[in-house]
């Protein structure tokens, strides 16, 4: 089965530029979450969808951070114009999203986009 | 306010030494808590843990959860420089997104 899939790996830019992020999550999985993992940190929910609905986006900073998940596959992330404190890893996570088993909220991670701000 | 601490933040030992990775937390409605090994970024998910007192393990890793005392642990025994990662803990919140610690950083020295 693969897993989550992240895109680009690495991005450096420069303050005031817009950036995006890409995630194919793992197939099958309705639930999809996007975090942001300061260094030293744990990592911190943005946003999360069930199928191409928004649950939760309260920690989004919606003035520069959007987010879509159009045909409840996968996704993109973007910020607009980006600031020194973005500079994180942004990891994004899918799991089953039932409402049965807890086993079904498992989430799984993928390697990430390392974002330098400049 | 949801709260997990994770202690200690930092831990050096040498191959073959036992570890224990602690993680409290307060949190309304509480679920489930898990346990993720994060190396380079990706946290890799190790453990879920739902009832009091029922041990979890996976080779040299176990983990337990005491949910009276609201914590739960880590145990990584005869370590090898493979685990050198960050450990982090976190719990369910709101519509089961995680709650992350700040992660316990473990370097195994040969």
């Known amino acids: 089965e693969a897993g989550v899939a992240q895109s680009p790996r690495y991005k450096i830019i420069e303050k005031r530029q817009s950036v995006a992020f890409w995630c194919n999550p793992i197939s099958g999985h309705a639930t999809l979450y996007w975090y942001q993992q300061i260094l030293g940190q744990g990592p911190k929910l943005l946003i999360q969808f069930q199928n191409n609905g928004v649950v939760d986006d309260s920690q989004l900073p919606k003035d520069r951070f959007s987010a879509e998940r159009l045909k409840g596959v996968d996704s993109t992330l973007k910020i607009q114009p980006a600031k020194l404190e973005d500079s994180a890893v942004y990891l994004c996570a899918s799991s089953r999203g039932g409402q049965g088993l807890v086993q079904e909220n498992i989430q799984y991670f993928g390697a990430g986009t390392r974002l330098s701000v400049l | 306010e949801d709260k997990v601490v994770q202690s200690p933040l930092s831990l050096v030992v040498h191959e073959g030494d036992t570890v224990t990775l602690n993680c409290s937390y307060e949190?309304?409605?509480?679920?489930?808590l898990l346990w993720y090994k994060q190396e380079k970024k990706a946290p890799t998910f190790l453990f879920m843990l739902t009832s009091s007192g029922i041990e979890k393990k996976s080779g040299r890793l176990s983990s337990i959860l005491d949910k009276k005392e609201l914590f739960s642990i880590l145990n990584i025994t005869a370590t090898q420089t493979g685990d050198s990662a960050v450990y982090l803990c976190?719990?369910?919140?709101?519509?089961?997104?995680?709650?992350f610690g700040t992660g316990t950083r473990l370097t195994v020295i040969p």
């Open positions: 976190a719990v369910p919140t709101g519509a089961n997104n995680l709650f």
């Open positions: 949190v309304t409605n509480f679920r489930s």
